[in-house]
């Protein structure tokens, strides 16, 4: 037998993660398009360039701390229902639909 339990929730920051690179461009020899052949190899240098610099650029961001935003406003609340619970998880529906996947703070869900 299922049991529902519900939680209310306040909203009292965001947080927006800097980015990681996690992959670069690779390009190919030539392509294809409309039946011709298309050499690459005139543009290697330039992708080349581009990814270099965005590289550099996501170094620079990624080593940055988290953007936190304080979320002041009171209608930032809800009340979830909860459809699973364990030691570490639970992953239930806000009032709106949305679907929310909490993990325990110290979890080792959160280890990469």
């Known amino acids: ?37 298309i050499d690459l190899a005139p543009f290697k240098g330039l992708i080349t360039s581009i990814q270099d610099t965005a590289s550099s650029v996501i170094k620079t961001i990624s080593s ?3 953007l936190k935003i304080p979320i002041t406003n009171d209608n930032a609340q809800s009340w979830l229902l909860t459809t699973y619970l364990d030691e570490e998880l639970r992953i239930s529906r806000g009032d709106g639909g949305s679907v929310f996947v909490l993990i325990k703070e110290g979890s080792s869900l959160l280890t990469p």
């Open 1 to 37: 037998m299922a049991s529902f339990v519900s939680l209310q929730i306040k909203f009292e920051e965001g947080i927006i993660g800097t980015p990681q690179l996690t992959d670069s461009i690779v390009l190919p020899e030539n392509v294809e398009f409309l039946g011709q052949k």
């Open 64 to 66: 940055q701390p988290p």
